[in-house]
Structure formats: structure tokens, C-alpha cells
């Protein structure tokens, strides 16, 4: 039966849908130092990961059994997929799998500054309600520059064209006609700044 290592903390619905996988054994063991992983990781044929690990060309030497890793997130930078590849282990992420979240915090970001809300929050946390020094700026016809627009900032695009504001986007990859098609002018980045 093939044996599943998470290493670093995934919801609980993730571990769900990992456990009901037929004929795998998931384990469950976060926050382990390099010395303990590399001493259990040759008993894995999976280890599942998110930022925290260190997945080092020394621990790749020492997982006889390993198959692949896979990163439950965007970036593999944690990961020698160099030392992965020579061991003939596979490397995967999710590169889609936080977008929304990441697009949402980016726009609730956007809130939070154009309202100041930070600022108002201590007001009122020190018992004050200025509420003229706290009027802030509405979003709605404002002009958003996007540095990026792949998964992430596609999604934030959107949601600021629901806010009913003028997207301008740099993407050396997108085209024109791509950027016009979501509603975005596509500009050089000297222009957007």
C-alpha cells in the first residue's frame, strides 16, 4: 500500500479527501526538524508539502521510495527539483489552487486602504470617531494597474471590473487582444506606473 507523508499543515478537508483515496496510508506529521524527516521519509512513496518544508537535496538522497512531492500551493522554491529530477522524482504544485483566495485579499486590500480602514479601527480602538478624517475614496471609476495577469491577477481584474473601474494590466505574455477580451487595456509597465 503506497505511503503518503503531509508534512505541513493542510485543512482538514484536504487530509478528507487524501484519506479516501483507495489503498493509500496517509500520515500526518507537521512541524518535523530536517534530522527527523530525513529519517523517516525513505518508509514514503508521497510526500505532500506546503512552504514550510525543506525539501533538500540530502533528504531527496535519502528517500529511497519516493515517487513525487507535491506542493500544495503556487511556488516550488522550497523544493531542489534539480536533486528531484536526478533521483527521477516528480514535482508538482497547484498553481491554481489559492487563487481566489489571493485574488480576494489583494481586493480586500484595496478596501481597506482607499476606506481607511486601518486608521479608523485604532481611532475607534483609542475611543475616537473622527469620522471626517476617515471619509476615504471609492474604488468605482478609479484606475487599477495589474502587474501580472496570470491566474491571480486575471481574477483580480474581474473583481475590480464588477467594481465598475478601469483596468489597465502589463503582461509580457498576454496579447492585446487577449487583456481587450477580459476587459483589460494592456500597457507597457513604464505606463502603468
Known amino acids: 500500500m503506497p505511503k503518503v507523508l503531509v508534512s505541513d499543515k493542510l485543512s482538514e478537508e484536504g487530509l478528507k479527501i487524501l484519506r479516501s483515496g483507495p489503498g493509500l496510508e496517509v500520515d500526518v506529521k507537521t512541524e518535523l526538524k530536517p534530522e527527523e524527516l530525513e529519517k523517516i521519509i525513505p518508509d514514503y512513496d508521497a510526500l505532500i508539502i506546503r512552504s514550510n518544508t525543506k525539501v533538500t537535496a540530502a533528504l531527496l ?15 516550488v522554491d522550497n523544493v531542489d527539483c534539480v536533486a528531484a529530477s536526478k533521483h527521477g522524482i516528480i514535482v508538482e504544485n497547484t498553481p491554481s489552487g489559492n487563487a481566489t483566495t489571493t485574488a480576494e485579499q489583494a481586493v ?3 478596501f481597506a486602504v482607499s476606506r481607511m480602514i486601518p486608521q479608523a479601527t485604532m481611532s475607534m480602538k483609542e475611543g475616537k470617531w473622527d ?12 484606475i487599477l494597474g495589474v502587474i ?7 481574477i483580480v481584474a474581474e473583481r475590480a471590473l ?4 478601469k483596468v489597465i494590466g ?9 487583456a481587450a477580451q477580459m476587459g483589460i487595456e494592456l500597457v507597457s509597465l513604464d505606463d502603468l506606473f
Open 148 to 154: 501580472g495577469v496570470g491566474n491571480i491577477g486575471k
Open 131 to 142: 469620522k471626517k478624517s476617515f471619509v476615504g475614496r471609492e474604488l468605482t471609476n478609479k
Open 170 to 178: 502589463f503582461d509580457p505574455f498576454l496579447t492585446a487582444e487577449a
Open 61 to 75: 538522497e535519502k528517500a529511497k521510495n519516493l515517487k513525487i512531492v507535491g506542493r500544495a500551493g503556487i511556488g
Open 162 to 165: 464588477g467594481l465598475k473601474m
Open 108 to 110: 480586500a486590500m484595496m
